[in-house]
């Protein structure tokens, strides 16, 4: 066979958008297999209104667990 595969690949992007209160974050994952499956996992926008308050819009997994807090990146790896 030719070519190669990458098992649980993930794209992030993120920036701000004009200035430095508007954000957005965008992730994909890319499934193993032949087709080039693409799934959007988050992808969502955020707008710094001061005083410590931040609005967050879009696509994304809720907060309920700590498990769920640490990203895919920061987590032991495990096959």
Same mark, same amino acid.
């Given at each position: 066979?030719?070519? =190669?595969? %990458?098992?649980?690949?993930?794209?992030?992007?993120?920036? %701000? *958008? $004009? #200035? &430095? #209160?508007?954000? +957005?974050?965008?992730? =994909?994952? =890319? !499934? @193993?297999?032949? @087709?080039?499956? *693409?799934? /959007?996992?988050? *992808?969502? $926008?955020? +707008?710094? !209104?001061?005083?410590?308050?931040?609005?967050?819009?879009?696509? /994304?997994? /809720?907060? /309920? +667990?700590? !498990? &769920?807090?640490?990203?895919? &990146?920061?987590?032991? =790896? !495990? %096959?």
């Amino acid at each position: 066979t030719t070519g =190669f595969r %990458n098992a649980q690949t993930r794209l992030s992007l993120a920036g %701000n *958008v $004009g #200035n &430095e #209160n508007w954000g +957005y974050k965008i992730s =994909f994952d =890319f !499934a @193993d297999s032949t @087709d080039g499956m *693409v799934t /959007l996992k988050d *992808v969502y $926008g955020t +707008y710094k !209104a001061g005083n410590g308050w931040k609005w967050t819009f879009g696509q /994304l997994k /809720l907060p /309920l +667990y700590r !498990a &769920e807090l640490i990203g895919d &990146e920061y987590q032991l =790896f !495990a %096959n």
